[in-house]
């Protein structure tokens, strides 16, 4: 009786034991997959109407690096600038030549005679064509840090994000002017660049613009380095620039229209010339996480993003009735 | 008779004072081992990685404190201090203003100050914030991801079984030495006291 008695305690405590696990296992499962009552939602704004998309993804191809620091175009080739190397591609994907660098790469431009031209941290390289050094710069001090470079015949113009400044330089890095530091006199409002994000490009008369990520505006700069022009919209909604740092990214077609890249929301859009909100290349959906993607064209009005996140160079063409 | 209980009687004896010995031994070894141990053991506690935390609003209901011993902290040397910031407002806000309907914090627990053109700072009042990381989700999303997730030790009970840490889906959560209880984003502990700065905030 005794017996029979500890054998059934000792059964239903056995059974206990398991109900007790069994539930601690279903309530954490269920507790890690629950809905979150405080979502941050921005779905909204991630939807883009497929009448505002102008482009459409005709090729993409993967760029193998552990970092890649930008992108450009020359002609029909493609250069892409990693942790430590050069890389240049056909427009087919199509490798053409894989160079070392000397150090590791910021950011990346061509030249009209193709020469490339890489920001290191705080100082600036050119290689040729072929990919063989040709001069390198001085330092411009720890303080630097290179975002973006934009050669326009004997100016070389170098987004500097740690200094808040764009240099402008004589090819062989000797400064002829800083660009952009506040000036409540000439009515320049200065730079705010929160992070390493810091475009610059000259448009189709060589005229430099820039872009203040701090702010979301473009700011076009005259050769005396006077403020000419400048627009943006700050705005979530698809026609504005949110967030801390953009547009991350920006090109400039020989028609002198913008093309844009986003962080956060990663987006590509098209803006006319005055800054006028003219589509979409490339929607919040096209991308996955939240890296900008760095963004160069070239004469066919195509676009070239360098895809940070997919680890890819993708190539969007204009759709040609605007709807395939 | 008795010649054969003599015997028995000394072997009890003597067994029983060496069971004595060894037991009186054995639980001072063992006291001995166990303050050896606490001594040269470092005392662990909670804490959030910033870097794998998904902002999944776990941390403000799941902690068996009311409110949440988690809180949004601030690394101010990230931020850039933005005018549209993600973290402050809600995207779809009507203005960059400091009115209710334009916060996202659903406690207001996130202060906005205005410093100079065109920069704000952003203080978190900890008495109202309930670690629901929708703030992050904004500062990560369009910032530099500044705000951040961070279990307050000066509220936690660092119970033995976190229950945050039980349903956290991104097992953010891991044990780190008491002594250095805070992974904080940037360079915001260096050369000094977390817990001080972090007050300062």
């Not at chain 2, 840490?165 to 502990?189: H, M, N, S, W």
Request: aromatic share 10%; charged share 25%; net charge neutral.
């Amino acid at each position: 009786m005794n017996r029979k008695l500890v054998n059934i305690v000792l059964i239903v405590l056995a059974l206990a034991i398991v109900v007790i696990i069994g539930k601690d296992f279903v309530g954490k499962k269920a507790g890690k997959n629950m809905d979150n009552p405080y979502e941050y939602n921005i779905d909204e704004f991630r939807k883009v109407d497929s009448t505002q998309i102008l482009y459409t993804e005709k090729l993409h191809f993967p760029v193998k690096a552990h970092y890649w620091a930008g992108i450009a175009v020359s002609d029909s080739t493609i250069i892409v600038a990693t942790d430590n190397h050069l890389l240049k591609f056909d427009l087919s994907g199509k490798q053409i030549f894989s160079k070392q660098t000397i150090d590791t790469a910021t950011c990346v431009t061509v030249d009209e005679n193709r020469q490339i031209w890489i920001g290191m941290r705080h100082y600036v390289v050119m290689y040729d064509q072929n990919g063989t050094l040709v001069k390198r710069w001085n330092s411009f001090g720890d303080r630097a840090v290179f975002t973006s470079i934009a050669v326009s015949g004997e100016n070389v113009y170098v987004a500097d994000a740690g200094n808040r400044i764009v240099y402008q330089c004589n090819t062989n890095g000797q400064t002829v002017q800083k660009i952009g530091e506040k000036d409540e006199q000439k009515g320049i409002p200065g730079f705010v660049i929160p992070s390493p994000y810091f475009d610059v490009a000259t448009d189709d008369n060589g005229i430099l613009w820039a872009a203040n990520t701090g702010r979301h505006t473009f700011e076009n700069y005259n050769q005396d380095g006077s403020l000419r022009t400048s627009w943006g919209v700050t705005s979530f909604k698809i026609e504005g620039f949110s967030g801390c740092c953009n547009p991350a990214h920006f090109a400039i077609f020989n028609d002198n229209s913008f093309i844009t890249s986003e962080k956060g929301m990663p987006r590509i859009k098209l803006y006319d010339q005055h800054g006028q909100f003219i589509g979409v290349v490339a929607p919040p959906a096209a991308f996955s996480g939240s890296l900008a993607p760095d963004i160069a064209v070239d004469e066919q009005q195509r676009v070239i993003a360098l895809d940070f996140e997919r680890q890819q160079v993708r190539i969007f063409e204009k759709k040609k009735d605007g709807n395939n | 008779m008795s010649d054969k209980k003599e015997p028995k009687s000394i072997e009890r004896r003597r067994f029983l004072r060496s069971g004595m010995q060894m037991a009186l031994a054995v639980s001072l070894g063992g006291v001995a081992g166990v303050s050896l141990l606490k001594s040269t053991s470092k005392d662990l506690v909670w804490q959030i990685d910033p870097f794998k935390c998904v902002q999944c609003g776990r941390c403000a209901d799941e902690c068996v404190m009311t409110p949440s011993a988690v809180k949004c902290v601030h690394a101010y040397d990230l931020c850039g201090y933005c005018d549209l910031c993600g973290g402050y407002l809600k995207p779809d806000a009507n203005a960059r203003t400091t009115a209710a309907e334009n916060q996202l914090c659903p406690t207001a627990a996130i202060k906005r100050q205005y410093i100079e053109e065109p920069y704000f700072e952003y203080v978190i009042d900890e008495s109202l914030c309930i670690g629901c990381a929708k703030c992050v989700a904004g500062c990560t999303s369009f910032g530099n991801g500044s705000l951040h997730l961070q279990v307050r030790h000066d509220r936690c009970k660092n119970c033995n079984d976190c229950s945050i840490a039980r349903v956290c889906p991104a097992e953010a959560f891991q044990r780190v030495p008491a002594d250095t209880p805070y992974l904080i984003k940037g360079g915001f502990t260096k050369g000094g006291n977390s817990e001080d700065k972090l007050k300062k905030g």
